[in-house]
DNA sequence: GCATTTTATATGCCATGTTATATAACATGT
DNA sequence: ACATGTTATATAACATGGCATATAAAATGC
């Protein structure tokens, strides 16, 4: 059966970038299971941007991670009943809510980072090896990569790093 | 204030497939919305395929796109309602619906194929142009492209093709 | 100092996707 | 022919995102 979005090329590349993404964050959720944390792969970007550029209000979240303010609220509130980070009224602007990670939040993020995400950047790495020309080969190139090994098959299986 | 996103790199490559592809659909929004039947532009590949391949029943609608099948009947559900599709009962096997394009799903499909599916195609082909290299520095370049000049303003102003 | 505007966040509604499961029709083995 | 399994589709529950808009706090202009 043909695959008409491949087929399209420009026409649905929209469509084409949304579909690789979602399958790459479902094959990350895979090596992410094993956490003791019950948490979708889509929202560890917060907690990423976070533990890099420490607390930030909701609005500069949303900035940093690309998405609305609406969406960042969200996310928070959901992450907030996990425990995983706390937003505190800012003392001087009433407004602002800044958010930050809880000490459950940032021992996530730390074993996260020790264990799980060298993983899967090193499994996007190599679904991504040798990849060249244009952008749409090099996106069919990715299609068939994960149709032929996802990324839980690409993970170096010797020592954790 | 620094992408985390981007800074990610491979990491995040998921969300920021899907953020990159939502944004081109949102830019193609912009193109579509001059013709007469108010359409998201997610909902033309449906199309597209019925027009490329012929009916088709909801579970090699759903293949052919790369979508999960609940999401096709919901779409199907959608389009019919709006009179762009139909999906009749298969006499044969009678658990198989087939969609085809109605006279009206047929007509704009024309249309679009005519006045604006070429603007989008060549306003993405222009936004990738001259592309090369690793894959995160044509997303960066196709980032960075969208932001200094979104799809509506590539689009060559000249004639209609 | 108060009316007005701007800013930061929250909320409602919708779009679109997923997984898990229900249901109905067909296929198959005995 | 009938029990069993398989297949096609529908539905429910959920996840995540958007836009439009409401609300509250701060800033601004007279």
Same mark, same amino acid.
């Given at each position: 059966?043909?695959?008409?979005?491949?087929?399209?090329?420009?026409?649905?590349?929209?469509?084409?970038?949304?579909?690789?993404?979602?399958?790459?964050?479902?094959?990350? *959720?895979?090596?992410?299971?094993?956490?003791?944390?019950?948490?979708?792969? #889509?929202?560890?970007?917060?907690?990423?941007? +976070?533990?890099? +550029?420490?607390?930030?209000?909701?609005?500069?979240?949303? *900035?940093?991670?690309?998405?609305?303010?609406?969406?960042?609220?969200?996310?928070?509130?959901?992450?907030?009943?996990?425990?995983?980070?706390?937003?505190?009224? #800012?003392?001087?602007?009433?407004?602002?809510?800044?958010?930050?990670?809880?000490?459950?939040?940032?021992?996530?993020?730390?074993?996260?980072?020790?264990?799980?995400?060298?993983?899967?950047?090193?499994?996007?790495?190599?679904?991504?090896?040798?990849? #060249?020309?244009?952008?749409?080969?090099?996106?069919?190139?990715?299609?068939?990569?994960?149709?032929?090994?996802?990324?839980?098959?690409?993970?170096?299986?010797?020592?954790? *790093?």
């Amino acid at each position: 059966m043909e695959d008409v979005i491949r087929s399209l090329g420009y026409l649905c590349l929209g469509s084409r970038l949304k579909r690789i993404g979602e399958q790459l964050q479902a094959d990350a *959720q895979q090596l992410l299971d094993g956490l003791e944390v019950p948490l979708q792969s #889509s929202q560890y970007p917060l907690l990423a941007a +976070l533990d890099r +550029l420490g607390p930030l209000a909701i609005g500069e979240l949303a *900035q940093s991670l690309g998405l609305t303010q609406p969406g960042v609220t969200r996310s928070v509130s959901l992450l907030a009943e996990l425990g995983l980070v706390e937003a505190i009224q #800012s003392r001087g602007d009433q407004r602002r809510r800044v958010v930050s990670l809880t000490g459950k939040g940032q021992r996530l993020v730390d074993v996260a980072k020790r264990d799980v995400w060298p993983r899967i950047e090193n499994a996007v790495a190599d679904l991504c090896r040798d990849l #060249s020309g244009p952008l749409l080969d090099q996106l069919a190139a990715i299609e068939d990569g994960l149709a032929t090994a996802p990324l839980d098959r690409r993970v170096k299986t010797g020592a954790v *790093q």
